[in-house]
């Protein structure tokens, strides 16, 4: 006897934590605005990443085509898997004085881990991370980029 | 004490036979092949077969520099990330004798647990799933998204923070990292009974874990099992309890203990471990201290020659650093400990006897991370 009384109150012990936990569903059915999805694709202009937000490297140019950086090299030393390469050509300048100017800053978007040590560690803040994440490209190519813009040349006043 | 031992076709009886789970099977959280011996649906053996993922970075880290490793330990423990980060941190900066700022302590220590709550967050939906709840999948993560937000504010990436740097910390907190997080705990708290209504106290769920895949206390010491795992079986191990590092020790804990041993005491232990970790956050969030984010380190890190080991404890367990140093700027040998490893080998042990599908519910509630077992 007891054993049949056990037995069909462990059914509706079973039940009613069914329902406890359905009851939480149906509150979140109910009052969807509680937990809304973003829509992604759609709402992409309205989308803004946080500024710290470390999608990809760039090279900020300011309105004359300068930038910061000097071509010393320690972001290509710091970058722990090689997504960086720096190429840097000697020109003569106009006191007449041999000097090492950057050529090509070139990155690696397939291989940069997004660790941030190359804009940390660069001395005249040159590089930034960027917000962009949307990186799918139809070629590996197109992943290999140049940050220094064509005929842009270095900031006044940067020491180098 | 169980051996694993390699089956060979020969010792297969006639009513056994071995299946393969994984390694592309959705419970077990990544490539782990686990190789079973069954009659039926009864589990005879286990053999866990590692190394699908094995990606070399103990091997990978001896060309690096001090700062470059750390990046790597973010790809170990994905979900432990900043707990990974730090122990390597705190192994250089034992190395160095460098002291880092209160304000350092106390942001590391806070991230630790919003990570250790992430982390279980994210076990809590993904073992959910495995027993049969697809409802848990998507609560779990919809809250853990808030964590991630707030790690994505402050540092710039969710997962592969890489926050820590040898000396203190990669930025200082955003200024609305107070806020938020504070915002979070009080939306938590009321979040976090859902969990049990919705899964603890469940019914089927209960009959699923209750008793089943005991691990005794001896056994979990004679494995090494640490972390919630080892807890529950009444080992007591958390390091942050018995090592204390960074802002532990100004702290007021509990280590929580369990005392049964099976999947739903590791189970409750986690769930418990979650309102442990917003209770640490909470004494912690007000009281950061002014100051550095970070003492000034030499451009080239060395080491000075010797061994150096540290562990921190990460959402699944013990996590040790061990760096062998020649005096150069690249480490001449690491090793990491890590508490995946020795939870998994205990599987042969305790899955034995148990039905196939008692054997997910073991590995749920053992909170695998694979790339955390193969490195
Ligand atoms: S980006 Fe910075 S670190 Fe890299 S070469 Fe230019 S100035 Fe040097
Ligand atoms: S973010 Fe890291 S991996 Fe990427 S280019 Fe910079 S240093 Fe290299």
Redesign the interface.
């Known amino acids: 006897m007891k054993s049949t009384i056990n037995y069909i109150a462990e059914i509706f012990r079973a039940i009613w934590s069914l329902l406890t936990g359905m009851k939480v569903t149906a509150k979140y059915f109910f009052t969807p605005w509680n937990n809304v999805t973003q829509q992604y694709p759609e709402n992409r202009d309205t989308l803004v990443m946080f500024d710290r937000f470390r999608g990809e490297v760039i090279m900020p140019h300011n309105e004359n085509n300068e930038h910061k950086c000097t071509g010393c090299g320690i972001c290509e030393i710091n970058c722990p898997n090689g997504s960086i390469e720096i190429i840097s050509k000697s020109i003569v300048n106009e006191e007449g004085k041999k000097k090492r100017i950057i050529d090509q800053h070139i990155y690696h978007l397939a291989m940069c881990t997004f660790c941030n040590l190359c804009v940390k560690t660069c001395p005249s803040e040159a590089i930034v991370m960027g917000q962009k994440f949307e990186h799918a490209y139809w070629n590996r190519t197109s992943m290999t980029k140049v940050l220094n813009q064509p005929g842009s040349k270095i900031m006044e006043g940067i020491k180098e | 004490m169980a051996e694993i031992k390699i089956i060979t076709t020969d010792e297969i009886k006639t009513d056994e036979y071995l299946v393969n789970m994984g390694p592309q099977h959705p419970s077990t959280h990544g490539v782990l092949r686990l190789l079973v011996k069954l009659e039926g649906e009864i589990v005879h053996n286990v053999e866990p077969h590692v190394g699908y993922i094995h990606s070399g970075i103990e091997k990978m880290t001896e060309a690096?520099s001090y700062?470059?490793i750390i990046?790597?330990t973010d790809r170990m423990d994905y979900l432990s990330a900043h707990m990974n980060n730090e122990a390597v941190c705190l192994c250089i900066e034992n190395a160095l004798q460098v002291e880092v700022p209160e304000r350092v302590k106390y942001i590391r220590t806070i991230f630790d647990e919003l990570q250790r709550l992430a982390s279980h967050q994210l076990w809590w939906c993904a073992s959910g799933m495995d027993l049969g709840a697809l409802?848990a999948f998507f609560y779990g993560l919809?809250d853990r998204e808030d964590i991630l937000d707030i790690f994505?504010?402050?540092?710039?990436?969710r997962l592969?923070l890489?926050y820590s740097?040898p000396g203190g910390v990669?930025?200082d907190i955003?200024p609305n990292f107070q806020s938020k997080v504070k915002a979070f705990i009080k939306k938590f708290r009321k979040t976090l009974p859902?969990y049990d209504?919705?899964?603890t106290?469940?019914?089927?769920f209960?009959n699923r874990t209750k008793g089943v895949g005991v691990l005794s206390k001896e056994d979990a010491i004679a494995f090494g099992v640490t972390g919630p795992t080892g807890r529950a079986s009444g080992f007591s191990c958390d390091v942050r309890k018995h090592h204390p590092y960074s802002a532990y020790p100004y702290i007021k804990f509990d280590e929580k203990l369990g005392t049964d041993g099976d999947s739903f005491m590791r189970w409750k232990l986690r769930m418990d471990e979650m309102w442990e970790s917003l209770n640490i956050i909470e004494q912690l969030i007000d009281n950061i201290p002014e100051g550095d984010i970070a003492v000034k380190m030499k451009g080239v890190i060395k080491l000075p020659e010797g061994e150096f080991y540290q562990r921190v404890e990460t959402g699944r367990g013990e996590f040790g650093v061990y760096i062998v140093s020649d005096g150069k700027k690249n480490p001449y040998r690491v090793k990491f400990r890590s508490p995946g490893f020795s939870n998994l080998f205990t599987i042969n042990h305790i899955a034995k006897n148990w039905k196939i599908a008692d054997l997910v519910a073991i590995m749920a509630t053992f909170d695998l991370v694979i790339p955390d077992i193969d490195r």
């Open positions: 690096l700062p470059q990046h790597l409802t919809r994505e504010e402050t540092c710039g990436a592969t890489n740097v990669m930025f955003h859902e209504k919705l899964l106290g469940n019914i089927i209960q």
